[in-house]
C-alpha cells in the first residue's frame, strides 16, 4: 500500500469520483501532501498524522482489512483501500 496516494485521496488531491465504486488511483503525491509520520499498533493498525502544504493538520487511520477513516481539518473521510499488486 502506497500511504502517500491514501493520504492524497483523503485530502483530495488524487483525482477520484465520489460516483465511481472501484477506482484505481496511482500517482506520486508526496510533493503535494505535505509531511508525515506513521506507527503501527498491536493490531497492526497505521495511524498517520500529518499537516497539508498549508499547514493544517490530518489524521488517517487505516486498519488491517483496509478501512480508512481520515480526520482532515474538520472533515471526516472514509474509504476502503485495496493494493492491486
Known amino acids: ?10 485530502l483530495g488531491v488524487a483525482p477520484v469520483n465520489q460516483d465511481v465504486q472501484t ?4 500517482g506520486d503525491y508526496s510533493n503535494r501532501i505535505g509531511r508525515y509520520s506513521q ?5 497492526g493498525t497505521k495511524h498517520i498524522n500529518g499537516r497539508d502544504p498549508s499547514g493544517a493538520p490530518y489524521e488517517l487511520v487505516i486498519d488491517r482489512n483496509g478501512n480508512v477513516e481520515a480526520s482532515v ?13
Open 23 to 26: 477506482q484505481v488511483v496511482s
Open 73 to 85: 481539518g474538520d472533515h471526516v473521510v472514509r474509504f476502503h483501500v485495496k493494493d492491486q499488486s
Open 39 to 43: 506507527s503501527v499498533d498491536r493490531r
Open 1 to 10: 500500500m502506497l500511504i502517500p496516494t491514501v493520504v492524497a485521496v483523503a
